[in-house]
């Protein structure tokens, strides 16, 4: 056991077990992943146990629900070249686990104990991988110092390096050190995060840039979506469409304003917009925003839609799906903590509008050198790209071609981790 074990089992463990338990009082979201950890190993050995026992297993872990995404592409087309294959499925968060228990292609899905000695060995005894991959970024050291111990091979899928919080904490460089060189194929989405892990001194056999899966996945999901219709094709035939998805407090500050003034001179606007955390609250105050300045309905009211220019979406899973109405979008949390996904609207081909703090987002960087997408800082220049882009098509068809192309360039990295994969089953 190295010093660096010792000391996150004498101290980090234990400080994070009473954290997690003190948040679960207040933080529903840790309460119900505390909750469902309960009995988890008795249920996850009786759901192996069904499972036949000579079968090769791939352990894939994800913190969420937009990690697991990123997974999706490359366990779908490992079941297809490998069926007999057996995935196992976990997770750290109930926001991931919670939508995914019936994921069709996972033979076993689970919460990821809490990261002890104990649990981690107990839980690497009972899935019994032939390899694990670990999704991003969330990998948990005893989890990672049993797999070595048992020599199974680990991947990182869609690897990313950010060295923010070292600069901010460089004492815990050679923990960092100690837990991603347990690590046997760290396979990057870019040259830049594979130099970064190098720079940094990280020594696996296999640090290779192969790309994102995160490509793959949006263009299947975007031939998906063309089979969902959310709408009826007479709520938004003729009209110009603009969809909001994601959005904070922050960012409708800044959009509401520019959509109530543009919907003033043009009738045939219609905006989707899609909150993050559509609750109760937060629908509440989009609406007394909107209300006597825009006609609104709700999504789940769509039945006695009668020519509103605003749907307020008050429903979650259908903002890839919804993305297909529009002529341009807005991708949301770039006036908050960061910007969401913009491959998800750039797939369809449309102008991205985004807010200032973009910079966790390497696809909305480029997009924006590349003349796809476009900062907003007030809501003036929100509303003259609305004018500009609604006014005439030669603009925003070309910018929207700019992020149709840019994903297109990008797929591909599913079939490459798999060729690295295959090697070790």
């Known amino acids: 056991m190295t010093?660096?074990?010792?000391?996150?089992?004498?101290?980090?463990?234990p400080l994070g077990w009473?954290?997690?338990?003190i948040l679960g009082l207040f933080k529903k979201k840790v309460r119900r992943g505390i909750e469902g950890r309960e009995f988890l190993f008795e249920r996850l050995e009786s759901a192996i146990h069904k499972l036949k026992p000579d079968s090769k297993r791939v352990w894939f872990h994800s913190s969420s629900m937009g990690?697991?995404?990123?997974?999706?592409p490359i366990i779908a087309e490992l079941k297809k070249r490998f069926p007999e294959i057996q995935v196992i499925v976990s997770f750290f968060s109930p926001s991931g686990y919670n939508p995914s228990r019936t994921y069709k292609l996972a033979d076993v899905i689970t919460y990821l104990p809490f990261d002890s000695k104990e649990n981690a060995e107990r839980f690497i005894r009972v899935v019994k991988p032939t390899a694990a991959v670990m999704v991003?970024?969330?990998?948990?050291?005893?989890h990672l110092w049993a797999l070595k111990r048992e020599g199974v091979p680990v991947f990182i899928a869609n690897a990313t390096f950010n060295d923010t919080w070292l600069k901010r904490a460089p004492v815990i460089h050679g923990f960092f050190h100690d837990v991603y060189n347990s690590i046997e194929h760290i396979l990057t989405v870019s040259e830049h995060d594979k130099q970064g892990f190098e720079t940094f001194g990280i020594h696996a056999p296999t640090i290779e840039a192969i790309g994102d899966t995160r490509f793959d996945q949006v263009w299947q999901r975007r031939a998906d979506s063309k089979t969902r219709h959310l709408l009826p094709?007479?709520?938004?035939e003729g009209k110009k469409v603009f969809v909001v998805g994601s959005s904070w407090e922050q960012d409708d500050e800044v959009l509401i304003p520019a959509i109530i003034e543009f919907a003033r001179i043009n009738l045939d606007f219609l905006v989707i917009l899609v909150p993050h955390e559509p609750d109760e609250h937060t629908l509440e105050r989009i609406e007394y925003y909107l209300n006597g300045q825009i006609r609104n309905i709700r999504f789940s009211l769509m039945a006695d839609y009668n020519g509103e220019q605003v749907i307020l979406v008050d429903s979650v899973g259908s903002l890839m799906a919804l993305y297909q109405y529009g002529q341009v979008a807005y991708v949301g949390g770039s006036f908050a903590?960061?910007?969401?996904?913009?491959?998800?609207?750039?797939v369809y081909g449309v102008p991205l509008l985004i807010g200032p703090k973009h910079e966790n987002s390497q696809e909305a960087i480029e997009l924006v050198k590349q003349g796809g997408a476009f900062i907003i800082t007030k809501p003036d220049e929100a509303l003259a790209y609305l004018?500009?882009?609604?006014?005439?098509?030669?603009?925003?068809?070309t910018?929207?071609?700019?992020?149709?192309?840019?994903v297109k360039r990008n797929i591909g990295a599913t079939g490459r981790f798999l060729a690295r994969l295959e090697k070790v089953l």
Not at 67 to 72: L, N, P, R, V, Y
Not at 136 to 142: A, G, L
Not at 233 to 236: F, K, N, T
Request: proline share 3%.
């Open 3 to 13: 010093i660096w074990e010792t000391i996150y089992n004498a101290v980090i463990v």
């Open 18 to 21: 009473m954290m997690f338990q």
């Open 67 to 72: 990690e697991f995404e990123q997974a999706k």
């Open 136 to 142: 991003r970024y969330d990998v948990w050291p005893n």
């Open 233 to 236: 094709a007479q709520v938004v």
């Open 337 to 346: 903590q960061g910007i969401h996904n913009v491959l998800e609207p750039a």
């Open 387 to 397: 004018e500009e882009f609604f006014s005439g098509e030669s603009h925003r068809l």
């Open 399 to 406: 910018a929207g071609q700019v992020c149709a192309e840019f």
